[in-house]
């Protein structure tokens, strides 16, 4: 069993940046693909990034590339979202997650978190 934890988020203006961590629990989750996601209101949920625990390789959306960058640091099990140049169509609720296949679709993770508002104003 994997249980991720999110922490971060909030209130920015345009322009201004933001972090957020996802802590990761369980035996097994260095073997996981580490995603992002997104979901705006009324929206599906939008792939944002993801990084594999082993080699780090990462992989981002059209949404966040040139913006922001996935890190994790495998000793604390933790993965970051570093986003800067934020504008206000990147108000969502971010949701980072877990999955044996990963990839660019929800379909691919089978752990998530409980998500985390970002807001960002004119």
């Known amino acids: 069993q994997v249980q991720l934890v999110e922490h971060g988020g909030g209130s920015v203006q345009a322009g201004g940046s933001l972090a957020l961590s996802c802590a990761a629990t369980?035996?097994?989750?260095?073997?996981?693909?580490m995603g992002w996601f997104r979901q705006a209101g009324g929206k599906g949920r939008e792939f944002v990034g993801f990084?594999?625990?082993?080699?780090?390789?990462?992989y981002y959306g059209d949404s966040g590339k040139g913006r922001f960058t996935i890190a994790r640091d495998n000793a604390k099990r933790t993965v970051y979202l570093q986003m800067n140049r934020l504008n206000p169509e990147d108000t969502a609720v971010y949701y980072c997650?877990?999955?044996?296949?990963?990839?660019?679709?929800?379909?691919?993770?089978?752990?998530w978190g409980q998500g985390t508002q970002v807001t960002v104003s004119p």
């Open positions: 369980g035996s097994t989750v260095s073997a996981y693909t």
């Open positions: 990084i594999r625990w082993s080699g780090g390789d990462t």
């Open positions: 997650a877990a999955g044996a296949a990963g990839g660019t679709s929800t379909q691919g993770y089978e752990y």
